[in-house]
């Protein structure tokens, strides 16, 4: 942009300092008149633009998608409004775009004109390539002048927040759950209610039942106290536990550890949350993040938001995040364990779970597979992994460039 103008005002400069070299050395009016004409012509572009610019009140919104998947377009629609007092000749927008390939964030509109209190929209898109929680703006404006020799830059804090979440794939063949909380006849009525149950009915109140769940109205019409009684709705329940690694991330960009765990453990989640199943999240990534049992597609959406914000950051082991959850873990439970071949040596204590009647399935990545030295033919498999016989125990092996929809 800057040599475009470079050009334009070397040539500007030219014919003044030419027509006034002519008419001094000449004296020929011709010369003198057009040296005044393009000093006045130049005197009222800047007067223009200097008007426009510090009076100018252009108003900007932005529409985008409430929700985004990576190797998904972003469509923007923008709309511009002009609320000063000045008509506005040639203003070239640039929208900043976080969520784009890196050599195209920018998004340059070239509005040609915008008169009093008129409105133009503008629509762009962009590929969201990579999960994450980025910013869309600021807004640039640049000023022109009518004869498009001189510009004055303006920025525009307007910024909108955007969530590309990680990819999911269909899941065909996971291992069944033989793990939850089967009511009698289908129906559980319990005193005290969570998140998983539904309500049921109304009883009269005993000892030692919550006062949260007491029915006031119910109550009152009774004389006497009645309690809600809820039935609980979902049978089974799993946990998913991950430790994002810092110094085991191998691989770039969307080829590493951590993205893979990601778009895998997401794609569980919906699986499971589709099924009914209720689920919790317990993970490491720089800090402990712990999301408690629940269902449903708003439980879903917090796990897709974690998960589009999460990085390896971790400093610490899945053995040591184990040890600090392992007490907290409840029977009849689903341990869905999303971890890389370094970590099989914590196998025997996870193994040990089936004694309080937690069932493990665990996903293991090769993480040398994400090395970009690595040979096949040169490096053992994953999958010869020292597991006892006596123990039933298919664990899903992953590598590279695997097609996660064949796996699962």
């Known amino acids: 942009m800057y040599k475009k103008f470079l050009v334009k005002w070397i040539f ?19 010369f003198v008149f057009f040296f005044w004409l393009l000093v006045s012509v130049f005197i009222i572009n ?9 009076n100018e009140r252009l108003c900007f919104s932005r529409k985008i998608p409430l929700k985004i998947e990576e190797d998904d377009f972003l469509d923007v629609e923008v709309e511009v409004e002009n609320k000063g007092f000045f008509p506005v000749f040639d203003i070239v927008l640039i929208d900043y775009l976080g969520c784009a390939y890196p050599g195209e964030r920018q998004k340059n509109t070239l509005i040609s004109f915008l008169g009093l209190g008129s409105k133009v929209k503008i629509n762009y898109r962009c590929l969201c390539y990579q999960r ?48 939850g909380a089967s009511p009698w006849f289908g129906i559980a009525t319990s005193r005290v209610s969570g998140d998983e ?11 030692g039942d919550s006062l949260k769940r007491i029915h006031w109205m119910a109550s009152a019409r009774k004389n006497k106290l009645i309690a809600k009684e809820f039935q609980r709705q979902n049978f089974f329940r799993a946990t998913i536990i991950f430790n994002l690694d810092k110094d085991s991330n191998f691989g770039d960009g969307r080829e590493c550890v951590c993205e893979y765990m990601i778009k895998i453990i997401a794609s569980i989640s919906r699986y499971l949350v ?6 919790e999240i317990v993970s490491h990534i720089g ?11 708003e439980h879903l959406e917090n796990i897709l938001k974690f998960l589009t914000i999460a990085q390896a ?54 993480s040398a597979s994400f090395l970009r030295d690595y040979n096949p ?9 020292d597991i006892p016989d006596s123990v039933k125990l298919n664990p899903i092996y992953i590598s590279c460039k695997d097609n996660l929809e064949e796996k699962f």
């Open 12 to 30: 500007s400069l030219f014919l003044v300092v030419f027509s006034f070299f002519m008419g001094f050395k000449t004296q020929l009016p011709s």
């Open 46 to 54: 800047i007067v223009w633009l200097v008007l426009v610019y510090f």
């Open 132 to 179: 994450g929680r980025y910013d869309l703006g600021p807004f640039t404006a640049y000023f022109f002048d009518p004869l498009g020799l001189f510009f004055l830059k303006k920025k525009y804090d307007i910024y909108s927040e955007v969530y590309v979440y990680p990819h999911t794939f269909n899941i065909h063949k996971f291992p069944a759950l033989t793990k």
């Open 197 to 207: 149950d539904e309500f049921y009915g109304v009883r009269e109140y005993k000892r």
């Open 274 to 279: 589709n099924l009914g199943v209720s689920i």
């Open 287 to 297: 800090e402990a993040v712990h999301i408690p049992f629940n269902k449903g597609a």
């Open 313 to 366: 950051e971790s400093k610490v082991t899945l053995a040591e995040l184990f040890e600090t959850f392992y007490r907290d873990l409840l029977e009849d439970t689903s341990l869905i364990i999303v971890m890389t071949d370094k970590d099989k040596a914590h196998l025997p204590s996870i193994l040990s779970l089936g004694f309080r009647s937690v069932s493990c399935i665990p996903i293991i990545l090769d």
């Open 377 to 385: 033919d040169s490096n053992p498999s994953v999958n010869y992994m």
